[in-house]
């Protein structure tokens, strides 16, 4: 397949790098590691949540803890710079990173079933595995948003309508960078191996990353709102 081509000729390219994070994402220790920091951030999260931050919503409570979930510290430094009612002050970077992340809660969850039910459990070609990962992010991406309007009283038609226009963007350049990234690094891993969920959560965190100038970009244009400032919302209560 095309597709197959392509991945060779990407891993004969970023071979050297490839080279180096395999073993990295390999060690049990990392693993271990890695596992300890991501309990620590989400136990912080939640202390912090029912502490301080009762009042965010509910929606934007899930899409951090997935997003502490995925990336852990990272994750956790994101929330503390963009999420909690005690910001200093709004921003477009910091609207950017709220937007990205609540696609990147609902893309994240699509990419680690798409990846787990196509590569882990089908052991599926390297194509079909992208294809139907991509699949499961666009649906559940989507639903992140569609839910939430049809919620507010928006109808079905028009809730697609506007998910489509401003998620596809970010989704697509999110998942183009995870799902690579994944497949670069643990195309042939099983789902018994390390390196499988490791390289599956490092490739989440890239995609965060990719996905980032888009959202700020789609923000600054109108086309997404950034999701409403914390601060706000802290003053209000």
Same mark, same amino acid.
């Given at each position: 397949?095309?597709?197959?081509? !392509?991945?060779?000729? +990407?891993?004969?390219?970023? *071979? /050297?790098?490839?080279?180096?994070?395999?073993?990295?994402?390999?060690?049990?220790?990392?693993? +271990?590691?890695?596992?300890?920091?991501?309990?620590?951030?989400?136990?912080? +999260?939640?202390?912090?949540?029912?502490?301080?931050?009762?009042?965010? /919503?509910? +929606?934007?409570?899930?899409?951090?803890?997935?997003?502490?979930?995925?990336? #852990? /510290?990272?994750?956790?430094?994101?929330?503390?710079?963009?999420?909690?009612?005690?910001?200093?002050?709004?921003?477009?970077?910091?609207? #950017?990173?709220?937007?990205?992340?609540?696609?990147?809660?609902?893309?994240?969850?699509?990419?680690?079933?798409?990846?787990?039910?196509?590569?882990?459990?089908?052991?599926?070609?390297?194509?079909?595995?992208?294809?139907?990962?991509?699949?499961?992010?666009?649906?559940?991406?989507?639903? !992140?948003?569609?839910?939430?309007?049809?919620? *507010?009283?928006?109808?079905?038609?028009?809730?697609?309508?506007?998910?489509?226009?401003?998620?596809? /963007?970010?989704?697509?350049? $999110?998942?183009?960078?995870?799902?690579?990234?994944?497949?670069?690094?643990?195309?042939? @891993?099983?789902?018994?191996?390390?390196?499988?969920? $490791? @390289?599956?959560?490092?490739?989440?965190?890239?995609?965060? !990353?990719?996905?980032?100038?888009?959202?700020?970009?789609?923000?600054? !244009?109108?086309?997404?709102?950034? $999701?409403?400032?914390? @601060?706000?919302?802290?003053?209000?209560?």
């Amino acid at each position: 397949m095309i597709l197959d081509q !392509l991945v060779s000729r +990407l891993e004969q390219l970023f *071979e /050297p790098l490839r080279s180096v994070l395999r073993p990295i994402l390999s060690d049990p220790q990392v693993a +271990l590691l890695w596992t300890v920091l991501v309990a620590v951030s989400v136990g912080t +999260l939640v202390w912090d949540i029912r502490k301080r931050n009762q009042a965010i /919503p509910s +929606l934007m409570k899930g899409v951090w803890g997935l997003v502490v979930l995925y990336s #852990g /510290p990272f994750g956790l430094a994101l929330y503390w710079y963009a999420g909690r009612t005690q910001i200093s002050h709004d921003s477009l970077w910091r609207r #950017g990173v709220r937007s990205t992340a609540h696609c990147y809660s609902g893309c994240g969850a699509g990419e680690v079933v798409g990846v787990t039910i196509a590569q882990g459990i089908l052991a599926l070609a390297v194509g079909w595995v992208a294809a139907i990962t991509f699949g499961f992010a666009y649906v559940f991406g989507y639903a !992140l948003t569609v839910g939430p309007l049809m919620q *507010e009283g928006v109808s079905f038609g028009e809730a697609v309508t506007d998910a489509f226009y401003s998620e596809t /963007p970010s989704i697509t350049i $999110m998942e183009i960078a995870a799902i690579g990234i994944d497949l670069l690094l643990a195309a042939d @891993a099983h789902m018994g191996d390390i390196l499988f969920w $490791m @390289a599956l959560v490092f490739s989440l965190s890239i995609g965060f !990353l990719a996905a980032f100038p888009i959202n700020v970009a789609l923000v600054r !244009l109108g086309v997404k709102e950034g $999701m409403k400032n914390p @601060a706000e919302l802290n003053a209000g209560s």
